[in-house]
């Protein structure tokens, strides 16, 4: 009878038989391509495979669990490790003895190194700028598990053994093969009681199966993983075409996961996410409000999806409860899915983009980066451009939604809209300030002033009683007068209020604007009082929106 051929390289030839040799199974059809330089070995299959075929199975005997190594070292050195370290060094120890290890069919087919970021250099490295997964979160990573190779090598020693070979290389590379190939330790112990939610569990220590890791990850592949009394298989959820890879489900992993844990990316993942950290602080009455609605999986944690919508309505009422006004936040009580008012909702998304471009300008121009002419630039640029184009397209997102609510909402008016549609307050506009071009008011930075002398004389307006005021503008301004929201318009009380900047800002403008356009700012009703109220009111009722990175809208909400 011919030996069976399970792969062209004789080393991973060599690792199929010490597997079958010793209990495990390799369907007929499938064998293992050479390994190349980028994806490793494959495992592809010769014919049709139907669902629920059983692909491989590991023995127990085989797998390298937390069992294995409490049995391996003294209980001294247990107690003074982490499971983490001890499974590493067990791994480390096992390569140390070479051909002599049981598991050395197995550990001469690992890779000896990965593409994962403590593996970059500082060129690499700079492809992750502006990342979640950045050269600071790496150092954190590449810190802890020094530290834990320290103590490990401090246990061995009290123990007698000679830890010369036990570097950090080595302890590196062994990590790595856990972070990257590990499966739940409970697959050894699986009874009917066990669920795959279960396995997430903090006794869940992980555990290397060979062969089963061998199947290289595809999002979505239908795949099952088997446990039984004494082995775990791989069996087929779907048909699998000849000539087809054989693939595994690591799960829903994004490309921040993958690249850290693994050592690579995938273009198109579709469970890419961009993490936002934003936890500020909360007065008592925000915070209770806050509490009310839904709260992110992990507090001060946001997830950014390439998927519409992409940013959660957790972010949305977190910006909702921080940019309302002292008047909104008792109505947000009353609710817990929408804002209090229009000027909250604009409010709230327009300091949303502010956060969002704020993350987006820590990304370099890719010009000013290294090219990426290796695997693990590769990888990275995989995943920053993902980061990338999620960003763009929430800021994008976002952006059409506050352009969405100023182009539909009657509410929204624009200093945009006030000098398009009344003739009469633009015409004076120009005669004072020598333009009525909102860009151009907007550079001079007048743009705000010029809304607070319309709220003014809109109350003018009100206040002689005169036919021509907008049916809207007459109903707010009649609302605000009679909620007193702004405080009175006493002379004596809003003089003594008045900020200095406002009176000579009134100084600046009158009586100069009265001479140039008496139609609209003469009359004893214009008042450093009234002014100081106007500002007051749009500081209250207006907002300044950033539809674009450079262009500020400013808007009142006239409801």
Known sequence: MTARTYSPDAHLNAFAEWIVSNGGFVRESLTFTAPDSEFGSQVRTTSEIPPNSRLLTCPHTLAIDYTKVKAHFSPAFVDATTPHAALCMFLVHQWLRGEKSFWWPYLRVLPREFDTPLYFEDDDLMWLQGCNLDAKEAEERKRTWMEELGAAIAALKKDGVDTAGYTWELFLWAATVFSSRSFSGKLMTWTDDLTMASMGEPDSLPALFPLIDSVNHQPLTKITWQPGDHTLSAVSGETICAGGEVCNNYGPKSNEELLMGYGFTLSSNPFDTVVLRINPPLTPEQQ???SLHPPSSTPGIYHLSPHSPTYPPALTHLFTILTATPTELPRLNLSTTVSA????????????LIALRQKLSAFPREPALPPPTTAKRRAAKTYRDAQLAILVGTITECE???????????????????LSTNSTFTAAIERCFGTDDEAELERAEQADIVFTLYICWQYILYLRHVPTQSAEWKTWIARLVSEAKYGATDEAETVAEAEEFVRELYEGVFPAAAE???????GGEWTVEVLSWGMRVFGGEGVGVWVCEDVEVFVVCVE
């Open 341 to 352: 008012t229009l000027r909250n909702t604009l409010a709230a998304h327009s300091h949303l």
């Open 516 to 522: 140039a356009a008496p139609d609209v700012f003469a």
């Open 288 to 290: 209770a409000i806050h």
């Open 400 to 418: 059409d939604a506050v352009q969405t609510m100023l182009a539909e909402h009657p509410a929204a008016t624009t200093l945009s809209s006030i």
